[in-house]
């Protein structure tokens, strides 16, 4: 998959999967939906947090939060490498935050509950 290009124009159907409530540009969320597409698996859901979704932030990382119920650790960096590889194929040399949680209810770590308090859904 090349980088990004923004000489072709978006199509109606990429219009309207763009979310404009956060701070990636449209050809940078199509490319993320890609990867999750092909790299997470069908029960997985995943977030943006953090900087990125606050319109009056300025600059910052890519934070991701990716549920998938009941992986275990080593699925885990397995996924983690596959969908950091697949992210940077297609967004470039970007630092991105990858957090990898099997649940994302009440006995979910604080900080994967903080980071969906706020979160914006990508996928699916």
């Known amino acids: 998959m090349p980088l990004l290009s ?5 199509t109606e159907d990429e ?3 763009i979310n404009p409530r956060i701070r990636l540009t449209p ?13 997470l698996p069908s ?5 943006l947090f953090g900087s ?3 319109l009056n932030a300025a600059g910052g990382d890519i934070d991701l939060l990716i549920h998938v119920p ?8 397995a996924l983690a490498t596959r969908l950091q ?10 630092k991105i935050d990858l ?4 649940v994302t209810d009440t006995t979910a770590k604080p900080f994967v509950r903080h980071a969906l308090a706020g979160a914006v859904r990508l996928h699916p």
């Not at 923004?6 to 978006?10: E, G, I």
């Not at 009941?70 to 960096?77: K, S």
Request: net charge negative; no cysteine.
């Open 15 to 17: 219009l309207g999967r």
């Open 70 to 77: 009941g992986i275990g650790f080593d699925d885990e960096l």
């Open 99 to 102: 957090l990898i949680t099997p």
């Open 43 to 47: 029960t997985a859901t995943a977030w």
């Open 27 to 39: 050809r940078e969320q199509l490319a993320m939906r890609e990867a999750f597409a092909r790299e």
């Open 6 to 10: 923004d000489s072709q124009p978006l």
């Open 85 to 94: 590889d697949a992210l940077m194929a297609r967004l470039g040399e970007r």
């Open 52 to 54: 990125r979704t606050d």
